[in-house]
Nanobody, 113 residues
Framework: QVQLVESGGGLVQPGGSLRLSCAAS????????MGWYCQAPGKQRELVAT???????YYTDSVKGRFTISRSNAKNTVYLQMNSLKPEDTAVYYC???????WGQGTQVTVSS
């Protein structure tokens, strides 16, 4: 059964932090590069960060130095630590494989004072 469950979103003030988690079924986690994506209102879904099985990472320029992607292969879970959040980070965040296949419901991140 394919399953992706994102959690950890919420409302945070500018400059604050959040840690997103994504529990994935083994069938879509094992052996795959995983990624976090975001979709802001009125915009297309876009890639935020990726992490390979071995731990190599990629970040889109807008989040470099602020976000950190990590994974636990033992727990089939991928994380996104988000620091120094900005209002423009407001979006629904999704995790899935890279390239993307199945999608979960996402978790809303709102950065506002």
């Amino acid at each position: 059964q394919v399953q992706l469950v994102e959690s950890g979103g919420g409302l945070v003030q500018p400059g604050g932090s959040l840690r997103l988690s994504c529990a994935a079924s083994r069938s879509i986690f094992s052996g795959y590069t995983m990624g976090w994506y975001c979709q802001a209102p009125g915009k297309q879904r876009e890639l935020v960060a990726t992490i390979t099985i071995g731990g190599s990472t990629y970040y889109t320029d807008s989040v470099k130095g602020r976000f950190t992607i990590s994974r636990s292969n033992a727990k089939n879970t991928v994380y996104l630590q988000m620091n120094s959040l900005k209002p423009e980070d407001t979006a629904v965040y999704y995790c899935t494989t890279f390239p993307p296949k199945n999608w979960g419901q996402g978790t809303q991140v709102t950065v506002s004072s």
